[in-house]
């Protein structure tokens, strides 16, 4: 990678320092060509394991007993799908409520901003309403992301004891 890269430098050395500055290249350099290595070593190696151990596992669990392999065999892919089922569930809460607070914020700075006008109508009774439901709002939109959150490690605890101990070790991670 050091060497492709720096053909590339040799070859249009000119056009990319115009591009980026020199602290830019120094950093890509010296930083992100090793995150580069470390994620191809490191990471890259675990996602096979993560892939060649439950297969290997299922096949000699099945050479001792099928019943119980075919009953991994149904099992296993669920705690995934659910798994993504409650996390796009929690996405979408999690959006919805950074939305919420998005828009409380601005309604409080906008409050903040216009406060002389608003005592020259005296209409700080009125804000101070809207901005409790507003508050109110937040609020339970708040709890509704933490109940998703409180059901998705339900979830993931369920399926673990369902599966089994093995399980165990990967919530913990």
């Known amino acids: 990678m050091e060497s492709t890269l720096m053909d590339v430098f040799a070859s249009r050395q000119h056009a990319l320092v115009r591009q980026h500055s020199a602290y830019y290249w120094q950093t ?6 090793s995150a580069l290595v470390n994620w191809s070593l490191e990471y890259r190696v ?36 659910f798994m993504i089922i409650v996390g796009k569930g929690a996405a979408a809460l999690h959006k919805k409520h950074f939305v919420a607070l ?8 906008d409050r903040l901003n216009a406060l002389s006008v608003l005592a020259s109508f005296q209409a700080h009774d009125k804000q101070t309403e809207l901005l ?41 991670i």
């Open 28 to 33: 890509l350099w010296l930083e992100q060509l």
């Open 46 to 81: 675990q996602q096979m394991v993560a892939v060649i151990v439950p297969i290997v596992a299922l096949v000699v669990i099945f050479s001792i007993n099928p019943f119980i392999g075919a009953g991994l065999l149904i099992t296993i892919p669920v705690v995934p799908i």
């Open 102 to 109: 998005e828009r409380l914020g601005s309604v409080f700075t």
């Open 132 to 172: 409790t439901q507003a508050s109110d709002n937040l609020n339970a939109r708040t709890m509704k992301v933490v109940g998703v959150a409180f059901l998705s490690n339900s979830v993931l605890e369920f399926f673990c004891h369902a599966v089994g101990s093995s399980c165990s070790c990967i919530h913990r």
